[in-house]
T-cell receptor, first 110, second 115 residues
Framework: DAKTTQPTSMDCAEGRAANLPCNHS???????VYWYRQIHSQGPQYIIH???NNETNEMASLIITEDRKSSTLILPHATLRDTAVYYC???????????FGTGTSLTVIP | GAVVSQHPSWVICKSGTSVKIECRSL??????MFWYRQFPKQSLMLMAT?????????EQGVEKDKFLINHASLTLSTLTVTSAHPEDSSFYIC???????????FGPGTRLTVL
């Protein structure tokens, strides 16, 4: 599975959009981009995933570049409860195990 | 989404004892379960993959005789840490995947402290 690179930490003002980038320059054609988050001392929570088209759900939007070498997770109106570590994972669509990187620690500031 | 539970949520044990952690899929049948370990301020590290009715596949560097995994039913997998030592203290997290599914649903984790 392709390796991902994310910034170590980010801050975002409450109510503003949080944009979390992820580089996955070695992604292959059959690999999806997944985003999970982990609030302190809890299990990871699924956010969103996509292959090549932009995706949106009730939690977030996922923007994948045309060459698929990078993506951005957007939390449109960040709240204090969105403070967590966000993991970007690239994985084939066959349901194999996830290999987590270091993730981005997002802190939402009042 | 589907619900995965873990029991216990935390456990403290003495060095040299064995500890069993349960992972259950509550509202779906999990053909595959995964076990992860997370040390403080670190990311999740995959330990092993277990398929119902067959032996688990361990990641490189994970001792299969120390971390015994049993996936005897479609709703239950157990991880037994044998002869636990303080360095085994960690946050253990399981995830589960159902029939033909690509999604993984994670449990809430179990905090193990070995004294």
């Amino acid at each position: 599975d392709a390796k991902t690179t994310q910034p170590t930490s980010m801050d975002c003002a409450e109510g503003r959009a949080a944009n979390l980038p992820c580089n996955h320059s070695t992604i292959s054609g059959n690999e999806y981009v997944y985003w999970y988050r982990q609030i302190h001392s809890q299990g990871p929570q699924y956010i969103i995933h996509g292959l090549k088209n932009n995706e949106t759900n009730e939690m977030a939007s996922l923007i994948i570049t045309e060459d698929r070498k990078s993506s951005t997770l957007i939390l449109p109106h960040a709240t204090l409860r969105d403070t967590a570590v966000y993991y970007c994972i690239v994985r084939r669509d066959t349901g194999n195990q996830f290999y987590f990187g270091t993730g981005t620690s997002l802190t939402v500031i009042p | 989404g589907a619900v995965v539970s873990q029991h216990p949520s935390w456990v403290i044990c003495k060095s040299g004892t064995s500890v069993k952690i349960e992972c259950r899929s509550l509202d779906f049948q999990a053909t595959t379960m995964f076990w992860y370990r997370q040390f403080p301020k670190q990311s999740l590290m995959l330990m092993a993959t277990s398929n119902e009715g067959s032996k688990a596949t361990y990641e490189q560097g994970v001792e299969k005789d120390k971390f015994l995994i049993n996936h005897a039913s479609l709703t239950l997998s157990t991880l037994t840490v044998t002869s636990a030592h303080p360095e085994d203290s960690s946050f253990y997290i399981c995830s589960a995947r159902g029939f033909g599914g690509t999604e993984q649903f994670f449990g809430p984790g179990t905090r193990l402290t070995v004294l």
